[in-house]
């Protein structure tokens, strides 16, 4: 158990608690729906969509630091669904995306379980190089770096379009 872990766990704490403000109000029949100011529909991330999205990262924790990863594995359509990919759509029918409850749920589990995961790794596993060769290498090369920015700087990210569009709903600051 080291340090660096429970800094990016602690740290991570913000944005989970922000997640839970922003969505606790939002009824669960709006949850996937384009937002619409005054009738007009504005294309742009949901909150099932920017949530389902970030549920898929604890599972990207737990398998970067080697752990088991049965706590955080998400239901089987979330990665067709929620990937980086796939394309947010307006749920009009209630059918494309999961109940929001069920997003909610998985997100408030998997971002404990992946916190409780940093908490256990050492200084020495987070001071290892980055071992994904992707661009996001350069800014952070170091495994903690990455780990501290898909608990932290990514969820700020998306909770940052669910603010957005709890403004165009015309739903209060949460």
Same mark, same amino acid.
């Given at each position: 158990? &080291?340090?660096?872990?429970?800094?990016?766990?602690? %740290?991570?704490?913000?944005?989970?608690?922000?997640?839970?403000?922003?969505?606790?109000?939002? +009824?669960?029949?709006?949850?996937?729906?384009?937002?619409? !100011?005054?009738?007009?529909?504005?294309?742009?991330?949901?909150?099932? /969509?920017?949530? &389902?999205?970030?549920?898929? #990262?604890?599972?990207?924790?737990?398998?970067?630091?080697?752990?088991?990863?049965?706590?955080?594995? +998400?239901? @089987?359509? /979330?990665?067709?669904?929620?990937?980086?990919?796939?394309?947010?759509?307006?749920?009009?029918?209630? %059918?494309? #995306? +999961? !109940?929001?409850?069920?997003?909610?749920?998985? =997100?408030?589990?998997? #971002?404990?379980?992946?916190?409780?995961?940093?908490?256990?790794? @050492?200084?020495?596993?987070?001071?290892?190089?980055?071992?994904?060769?992707? !661009?996001?290498?350069? =800014?952070? +090369?170091?495994? &903690?770096?990455?780990?501290?920015? #898909?608990? %932290?700087?990514?969820? %700020?990210?998306?909770?940052?379009?669910? @603010?957005?569009?709890?403004?165009?709903?015309?739903?209060? !600051?949460?």
């Amino acid at each position: 158990m &080291g340090q660096i872990g429970s800094i990016i766990a602690d %740290t991570a704490s913000v944005g989970i608690r922000m997640a839970g403000r922003l969505v606790n109000d939002i +009824p669960a029949e709006r949850f996937g729906r384009f937002a619409a !100011p005054a009738g007009q529909i504005i294309v742009s991330n949901h909150p099932a /969509f920017a949530l &389902g999205h970030l549920c898929l #990262y604890p599972l990207k924790v737990h398998q970067l630091l080697e752990q088991d990863t049965s706590s955080v594995q +998400p239901p @089987s359509q /979330f990665e067709a669904l929620f990937s980086r990919d796939a394309t947010c759509q307006d749920d009009a029918q209630g %059918t494309l #995306y +999961p !109940p929001s409850a069920e997003i909610i749920d998985f =997100f408030n589990r998997s #971002y404990a379980a992946a916190q409780a995961t940093l908490r256990n790794a @050492s200084d020495t596993q987070l001071s290892a190089d980055n071992p994904l060769d992707t !661009p996001m290498k350069q =800014f952070c +090369p170091t495994l &903690g770096a990455l780990l501290n920015f #898909y608990m %932290t700087g990514h969820v %700020t990210n998306h909770l940052g379009q669910i @603010s957005a569009w709890r403004r165009m709903q015309g739903l209060k !600051p949460a």
